[in-house]
Each structure stands twice: as C-alpha cells, then as structure tokens.
C-alpha cells in the first residue's frame, strides 16, 4: 500500500526529525494552544493520531479528514486546571476543513525581575487557526496538509506565525489496526513586536490504533515528547466509556497523567465530557457538542 510504504521510508526520518531541529533551534517555541480539539480524544489522554476518524482529525492528524462521509462540527470548552477558559470550534468535510482555538487569562501581576510589581496587571491570550485539505489516494491510504496560525499577546507584546502540519493515515484492509503518522510544526517562526523571532517547536507523533466493532485501543508516540494510551468502549446502549494514559519525563522525573471520559450519542448529535488530572496540578473538566449533518 502506497501509505505503508511512506510511513516505513518516513520512520527513520522522523526518529532524527526532532534531534536535527533541536540542534537547529536550542530555544523554540511552541503554540500555548496546545490544549487539543474535542474531549472524545482528549478522554483517551489525545491517542488519536491513528484513529482520527471524526472532525477532531483537524488537529491530530488531518488525513483523517479524507475517511469522512459527511459534514461535522466538534466544539471544546474547557478550564485547564481550573485557572482559565479554553474555547475550540472545528467544523470538517470529507477532505478539508477548519478549527479556531482561543483562550485568554487576565489579572497576571506584572512584576520586575526580582518579582516586585511594576506596573498594571497584564492579560494573555492566544488563538489558532487550522486550515486542512486531505486526499484518498484509495480506501485505504490518505495524506493531507494543514496550515496553521497562531497568535500571541501579554499585555502590549505580541507575536504571530505560520506553520504546517502534514498527515498520513492507513487502515490496511481486511484488518481493524490504523496507522498514523502527523509532522506538526513545519517551518515557520513566531515573529514579535519586540522585534524578535523564534522557531515554531516541531513534533513528529506516530501512531497506531485497534477499532473493534465496539472497543478501540489507541497508541501515540510524540517525538520528542509523550506517549499516550487510550481507550473507548462502546456500550449496547447510547454510552461510550473512555479512558487513557500520558507518560513523559520532565526534569528526570517520570509524570503520569490520567484521564478518563463519557459520550452520550443522541443521533446526529453527541455530547462528549472528559476528565484529566495531572501529577501535580488540579484537575481539567473538558465539555463538546459535537454535530453530524
């Protein structure tokens, strides 16, 4: 299959991807929106590159895009660990689609560098755009490519840039495994009003994905970063139980983040709830409506 084949002669590549761009950029910068799209993958701790089977493809692997069959909105409110609101909305058609990620935090203390005030509190905000196109090469094997822009601000200061995601999705046939491989931040730098500038923070993320006719298993390895684990269970009934796992190690200390979560189909719309809780920060309520038209 013409995906195996790009997945087996990218493998390698991506393994050094990460080592060559840290060498290239030793300080990087990585959009702060990165909070994730809709809380069916986020309850599996966001093991979705592989499965990306719904309007959430916009931003986990957006090859994912070209196995739909109809049109979709997903959507996301969520209070990171209880500190601020997160607002998402995507909405995908079979092949392309668009998402706009936001939040804001106000009353930051502004502070000199031996952490007296200085002046007035200061707000934060960020939001993301993705724009995503995808291709079939056949039933069985996608591609696709995402643009994205970000933008940053604190208090005066600000900062926008491009970037790129590209995406390869495969369900070899005759069996229920899929594989996904997402390049996240290609090229493009984060320009400032100071007169500054830094490189998006690239990530390759491989993944793979079991889809029984009622459980699903799904791995992700970020790279560099996590790994995550995840699961759903779709019972008899309208209910869906999800629940995973993210590992990675900060400062030579492992951290193992937990999540779980519930969805409630109720036709052509679906309510998704998920929960996470971090090793040491409070824990993060994640709410969508989703819709297929």
């Given at each position: ?42 309850g599996m701790a966001g093991a979705f590159t592989a499965l990306a089977d719904d309007a959430n493809a916009l931003y986990y692997n957006p090859a994912g895009l ?228």
């Open positions: 299959m013409i995906a195996i084949r790009i997945l087996g002669a990218l493998l390698l590549f991506s393994l050094l991807f990460p080592a060559v761009a840290r060498a290239q950029d030793p300080s990087g910068t990585a959009p702060l929106t990165a909070f994730g799209l809709g809380a069916r993958p986020l070209a196995t739909l069959r109809t049109a979709q909105l997903t959507s996301l409110y969520a209070s990171p660990f209880g500190l601020f609101d997160s607002y998402a909305l995507g909405v995908a058609w079979p092949g392309f689609g668009a998402a706009y990620l936001s939040y804001r935090v106000d009353d930051i203390p502004a502070t000199d560098p031996m952490g007296n005030p200085s002046g007035p509190d200061l707000a934060a905000s960020e939001q993301l755009l993705i724009l995503s196109y995808a291709h079939a090469f056949n039933p069985a094997d996608h591609l696709a490519l995402s643009l994205k822009y970000d933008h940053q601000a604190l208090g005066s200061e600000t900062g926008s840039g491009f970037a790129l995601d590209a995406g390869i999705l495969s369900s070899p046939p005759g069996t229920p495994y899929r594989l996904g491989l997402t390049f996240r931040n290609l090229g493009g730098r984060m320009r400032y009003s100071t007169g500054s500038s830094d490189a998006f923070d690239p990530a390759v993320v491989l993944g793979l994905a079991y889809a029984a006719e009622r459980l699903t298993v799904a791995l992700d390895q970020e790279l560099p970063g996590p790994l995550r684990v995840g699961a759903e269970y779709r019972t008899a009934s309208f209910v869906t139980l999800r629940a995973g796992l993210r590992w990675e190690e900060q400062l030579r200390l492992n951290h193992v983040t937990y999540t779980g979560g519930l969805g409630l189909d109720l036709g052509s719309v679906s309510v998704q709830y998920a929960y996470e809780q971090p090793p040491l920060l409070g824990g993060t309520h994640r709410l969508s409506l989703e819709v297929r038209f």
